[in-house]
């Protein structure tokens, strides 16, 4: 029996970047929902293994760097696909000022943190079109409307993905396809608390721990918290539902109020 219009439950979910942080919180609210999952990422983790083993999601061995692997996971899909999440990203820390970032470093953030977006929105957006319905939801970050000068290349990629997301939503819109981006600030993720990490890295340039980076990053948010990643998929939920299908080429920050308001 099809899944009733507008609701998650048998329909299928493409998901990039699912084997951890935010990705792997949205393959698992996803599944919870009673949706199909193709969770894309390049390695597989101990949690993401748990959901396959547990039935409903399917892994696929991606690097959204090559363009040719956007097209095999939207194969791994199907025919039809309701709900893409873009969720791939990078955001070096370049404590060496712009000068020290070369031209392979800006192609490597760019592909990752706009074209991966870009390429499998192409790939899965005719079946989307086919049926009428459907619903993207991209990544996006604060840094788009906050550029740092420490993510200068992740900050700019972000900003043009924020800018794509807009104008594909006046595209599709009006077939049935409804595009939007969350934008979160600080997530306890690895991107900011793992080896290698923002907090990690600033911490080397700086002389402070790490944990004092990130007490230090926290204090400059209203609730003095970072965000979790289950509280973005749950914001991504939300928009992939019945109770969004009005909401289409918006963004909706999840910050705790660091971006300012005036």
Not at 121 to 141: E, F, H, K, Q
Request: proline share 5%; net charge negative.
């Amino acid at each position: 029996m099809d899944a009733p219009r507008g609701t998650l439950h048998g329909r299928t979910a493409v998901v990039t970047g699912a084997s951890k942080g935010i990705g792997l919180a949205v393959a698992t609210a996803l599944a919870g929902a009673g949706a199909r999952v193709v969770a894309g990422s390049r390695t597989r983790t101990p949690e993401l293994d748990a959901l396959v083993e547990a039935g409903g999601v399917t892994w696929v061995e991606v690097d959204l760097g090559r363009p040719q692997d956007a097209v095999r996971l939207a194969e791994a899909a199907g025919g039809e696909v309701y709900a893409l999440v873009n969720n791939v990203g990078v955001a070096p820390v370049r404590t060496g000022g712009f000068l020290s970032v070369t031209d392979e470093d800006w192609q490597r953030s760019l592909d990752l943190n706009l074209l991966s977006a870009v390429r499998v929105t192409r790939a899965v957006l005719p079946a989307m079109l086919r049926a009428g319905d459907g619903a993207v939801v991209t990544v996006a970050s604060v840094n788009a409307r906050l550029p740092d000068p420490l993510v200068i290349d992740y900050s700019a990629g972000k900003a043009a993905l924020a800018a794509f997301c807009k104008a594909l939503s006046k595209e599709v819109g009006p077939r049935g396809v409804r595009v939007n981006t969350v934008s979160p600030g600080p997530v306890e993720t690895d991107l900011w608390l793992g080896k290698g990490g923002v907090a990690a890295t600033v911490s080397q340039d700086t002389g402070h721990s790490p944990d004092d980076v990130v007490a230090e990053t926290a204090a400059g948010i209203p609730t003095g918290r970072f965000t979790r990643p289950e509280e973005v998929a749950g914001l991504v939920l939300h928009l992939l539902g019945d109770q969004a299908r009005n909401i289409s080429g918006s963004d909706l920050t999840i910050d705790g109020g660091l971006v300012p308001t005036w």
